[in-house]
């Protein structure tokens, strides 16, 4: 089957064009051919540990050059929206240093830097107006201790991402999903927001940039419950890739189901 309509790819990067700091097998070619046919590209990730420079940066360096307004990033979608809706609030993050200068950049007050220099088991709970969960590998009991005490006094709850685990080299490490997930059972609150995939709000960054209407968009990712919903919800065609942290046979049992499901991105050329 070939889809005859498509003028651009939005591709998730972690486990779809890059594992680690390697190229996936047919990455490096498929985005260029996309290319050369005229194809336009856009990158967004969930992962919230990096700047969109920094990701340019990277895909450049493996071989598909990407300037940095082709990649759109979970925080920097929450930045943005922050600072338009909430710009005055005092912001309690639980993630690491690239969240907190994001946010910072946008205009937000980050008051979590105080950990380093307080030697208390928690920042005072009637100080924050908000707390920002994110990926954390520095994640520990005082972060989530002050997070919690927040939300039961009120605090907004908002979040990079919801990605239960992100892929890696040698296997997965829990996310941003695992945080709160955590904190929703402890504290009876749900997230009231979550701006990253697959959120309205990453996906409205994606259409403004690339000026095309879902019909004739193509979103490829390795995730049923973001990539995929993101682009069967938008109303995208869609791909999922297996090179990724979804497996074959969990298709079976899903409710988000894709119109193709490839191998490697190599598949792609035969499809749009």
Not at 100 to 109: C, F, K, M, V
Not at 153 to 181: E, L
Request: hydrophobic share 40%; glycine share 8%.
């Amino acid at each position: 089957m070939k889809i005859n309509n498509i003028s651009g790819v939005i591709f998730d990067l972690d486990g779809t064009i890059y594992l680690g700091d390697e190229a996936l097998p047919g990455a490096v070619e498929t985005c260029q051919e996309l290319r050369r046919r005229g194809i336009r590209l856009l990158f967004v990730s969930n992962k919230p540990l990096q700047g969109r420079e920094v990701y340019s940066a990277k895909l450049s360096r493996l071989g598909i050059p990407a300037a940095t307004d082709e990649v759109i990033t979970s925080t920097h979608v929450l930045g943005m929206y922050l600072a338009r809706t909430a710009p005055t609030l005092n912001y309690f993050v639980i993630g690491e240093d690239n969240t907190r200068n994001e946010l910072r950049a946008h205009g937000l007050t980050i008051l979590d830097d105080r950990l380093e220099q307080d030697s208390r088991e928690v920042i005072d709970p009637q100080g924050i107006d908000a707390v920002v969960v994110a990926f954390d590998r520095t994640l520990d009991y005082r972060k989530l201790n002050t997070a919690y005490q927040a939300l039961i006094h009120g605090a907004h709850f908002y979040a990079t991402n919801a990605d239960k685990t992100c892929p890696m080299p040698g296997g997965a490490i829990p996310d941003a999903g695992a945080t709160i997930t955590a904190l929703e059972y402890i504290s009876g609150r749900k997230v009231e927001l979550v701006a990253g995939k697959p959120s309205p709000f990453i996906l409205k960054q994606a259409s403004q940039f690339l000026e095309l209407p879902p019909e004739r968009l193509l979103m490829v990712g390795d995730r049923l419950e973001t990539d995929i919903r993101m682009g069967v919800e938008a109303g995208m065609h869609t791909a999922l890739t297996l090179t990724g942290v979804t497996r074959r046979e969990q298709l079976a049992d899903s409710a988000v189901q894709p119109e193709f499901v490839i191998e490697s991105l190599t598949e792609l050329l035969s499809i749009v």
